[in-house]
């Protein structure tokens, strides 16, 4: 195992031709808004078949913060789409480990598929408000930090003020 080269680019993830796609998904993995919204609906009905298949078996619950779990991709430019479900941000409570652990998490995932390439959103920052430069910060030094046979993870980011934040953190990272 080694370090993913890291890569930063704004776009939208649902275009992004890579072996796995991140989901920034809610726990009930069928679907939502945001990133998560996008993938269901670009990906088609295959996605939400095997997460119905998933909430009827093991994650009847539903999938826990910071856990990581593949489907397949359907209609996106990937083979597999890795779940997660990042924390909500909250002043009260340091929730970091949380957000960490969903990288962590789904990169022993994408080493569990045989993934090379895997492109993350930017978790948390949507709907679950977490800050997109603290967000930045812990995502890139968590990958960093991440022994993967990934080869190359990419940083997806929807609007120029995420990419500028994940800029701002890169060199930090090496």
Request: hydrophobic residues 45%; aromatic residues 6%; proline residues 4%.
């Amino acid at each position: 195992m080694a370090k993913a080269v890291i890569k930063l680019m704004q776009g939208d993830i649902t275009n992004v031709h890579a072996d796995a796609l991140v989901n920034a998904a809610n726990s009930s993995l069928l679907g939502g808004g945001g990133v998560d919204g996008a993938i269901h609906r670009k990906g088609g009905p295959e996605i939400l078949a095997e997460c119905r298949k998933l909430r009827a078996g093991h994650y009847g619950g539903g999938l826990p913060t910071g856990q990581a779990v593949a489907t397949t991709a359907g209609r996106l430019p990937a083979q597999w789409v890795i779940h997660t479900v990042g924390p909500v941000y909250a002043r009260s409570e340091d929730r970091s480990e949380l957000l960490a652990d969903c990288h962590r998490n789904a990169l022993r995932v994408a080493d569990e598929l045989g993934a090379r390439s895997v492109a993350f959103p930017a978790i948390s920052t949507g709907v679950y408000g977490w800050p997109i430069d603290d967000a930045a910060r812990i995502a890139l030094a968590t990958v960093a930090a991440t022994d993967t046979d990934v080869q190359e993870v990419s940083f997806v980011l929807y609007d120029q003020g995420a990419l500028e934040a994940f800029r701002a953190h890169a060199p930090r990272i090496g």
